[in-house]
Structure formats: C-alpha cells, structure tokens
C-alpha cells in the first residue's frame, strides 16, 4: 500500500479514537432498543434516568459564517457548531456509527439544511453527578449523556418522534478457532503516560513510526475495545466475543490486507480501516451479521425557542 495513503488512514483512526474517548470521559453511549415481543412502533421518550437530569443553559444560534462542523460532550455539558437538527436527533438517539443514512427520517427541509451553534451546560450542582454517570462500558442501557441531548430537542425544538424497528449490516467481534491470543492485565496497573482513557476502563496508547503503527492498549475491555476503536474505522461492530476480563495486548497495523489470517477478516467489507489492522494476531476475528436496531421518524419539529 502507498505509504501516504497508510498515514493518512492511519491518522483518520486516531482521530476517530481520541473523539470517542473524549466522548467517553463525559458521556456514555447506548444502544437503542425496540420492544421484541411486538416489534410495534414506539412512541419515543427520553431515556430514563436514575433521576431526570436537564441542561441548566442552553444557547442555541443561527451557525457562524464559516463555521466548521464539530460536536462532542465536555465534563460541564455538551458543544455543537454548524450541526443541523437532524444531526442533534442522530447524536440523541444513535450510539456513534451506530446507524445508517436512512435511521432518522421526516425531517422538514430546514432541520436538515440549516445549521445551528448549541452550547448546553449544567448546573454547578449537577456536574459531580453527571460525570460520576457518564462512566461505564459505552454500552449500558444509562445514556446520560444521550438523555440530556432528547431533553433539549424535546424542551427547545419540541422534538416529537416515534422508534421503529429495524435492521442494518455490521459485524460482530468473536474469538477466532485458534484461540486468544491476548493475557489479562495485573489489577490497578497505572496509566501509562500518554494515553487515552478506554470505555469501561483501561487505557489505550498510539504509536506510529511511519508503516510501523500500532496500539498498545492496557486493562482494556473486549466492549471498550469495540466503541473506541471498531466503531471510530466508522462501521457498526458489536462484541461477542463473551470475553468480560481486561487485557494488555498490541494492535498492529498492516500495510496490505490479503492474508486472513493477519487481518480482521474483514477485508472488502468496504472499510479500508478494518482491513489493515491485525486481529487475527491476538486470536479475534470480525463476522458478518445483520444488527437488530432502530429508525427513528420525525413527528413534529419547530425552530429552536429562544435563548
């Protein structure tokens, strides 16, 4: 593979990685539910909460000439710049890359083509609590984080919508046949110096020598592992490999993807990503699934209220 071509796949994982972690260190994410049992259409709410917790300010702005698309939570609250309302509701109701281009429809012309500035912060007194909340596996069924974005769409947009089942291609993280390959980690390790925190715990350290790139994760989770890493090469993975402890182990990055045995099994599944990092090394490999999910329709919507 042509070395630029490798730098710069590489450099788009690391920035996918630190967002989620930056997204980890404030909030949550869940995936979305449908009722099994009937497979009906669900009148959406926001997620439940151990106590209903709210955006204390909210400034919400026609978008800054020139302003460059960004969103992300933040230990006080949550920032959005040239985002429209469509893209609020995918990041209230869809854990990241989660979702497909069709998961959030009827939406008027103007909640997906005019962009807004939104700047949520919480009260003082609910800081400590939030991000005592906002730790966890990335998975859980406690999305603070994600309740708080459907309590402001619901409070200032009047955000009226309604779940329906569905189902989108994805891939499942599993043992490979050979066996792992992976040890677990010592208990209270400390955090190696430069590294970023991993969903569910743990920590994950980036190193890159021109085409020898790897990452070196320690204590992490085979979850966490999945919502920081799997997910930010911006395909929808989930983990089943049934593994709960926590590993030190070293992701290696591959300049060519032709042997499966070195690759995430996952080559020509569209993502250059997912083929040139080497799974199989630490006894995983990804399989081709169908993923139970769900699409969310726009009710009602109304410009934003005012500050």
């Known amino acids: 593979m042509n070395r ?13 990685i630190a967002f989620a972690s930056l997204l980890v260190a404030a909030a949550a994410h869940s995936q979305v539910k449908h009722d099994p049992a009937s497979g009906a259409v669900v009148t959406a709410k926001p997620s439940a909460a151990k106590s209903q917790m709210k955006f204390d300010v909210v400034s919400i702005r026609p978008a800054r000439p020139g302003e460059s698309w960004h969103f992300g939570f933040r230990p006080d609250g949550f920032s959005a710049g040239a985002t429209s309302v469509q893209s ?3 990041m209230a109701y869809f854990t990241v890359n ?39 596996s990335g998975d859980g069924p406690d999305s603070v984080g994600r309740q708080l974005l459907q309590s402001m769409l619901a409070d200032r947009f009047h955000l009226i919508v309604h779940r329906v089942p569905a189902q989108m291609d994805g891939y499942a993280l599993v043992a490979a046949k050979g066996g792992l390959k992976m040890k677990e980690a010592a208990a209270d390790g400390p955090r190696p110096p430069g590294s970023l925190p991993m969903p569910g715990g743990g920590f994950m350290t980036p190193r890159s020598r021109g085409e020898d790139s790897h990452f070196q994760f320690y204590a992490a989770t085979m979850s966490g592992f999945v919502t920081a890493v ?20 070293t ?15 996952a080559a020509g599944n569209g ?7 080497d799974l199989g090394a630490l006894g995983l490999r990804l399989e081709r699934i169908r993923l139970p999910t769900e699409h969310i329709v726009i009710d009602h919507v109304d410009w934003p209220t005012e500050n």
């Not at 992701?251 to 099994?265: P, V």
């Open 88 to 90: 609020l509701v995918y």
């Open 271 to 277: 993502s250059d990503i997912l083929s040139h990092i």
């Open 230 to 249: 799997l997910r930010g090469a911006g395909v929808p993975v989930v983990d089943r490999t049934g593994l709960s402890g926590k590993y030190d182990f």
């Open 4 to 16: 630029g071509r490798l730098v710069c796949m590489f450099g788009r994982m690391l920035s996918s």
């Open 98 to 136: 989660m979702s497909d281009d069709n998961a959030v429809s009827g939406a008027p012309d103007w909640a997906r083509n005019d962009f807004w500035d939104v700047e949520a912060k919480l009260a003082p007194e609910d800081v400590a609590e939030y991000q005592k909340r906002s730790t966890g």
């Open 251 to 265: 992701l290696n990055w591959i300049s060519s993807g032709a042997d499966d045995q070195r690759t995430s099994g």
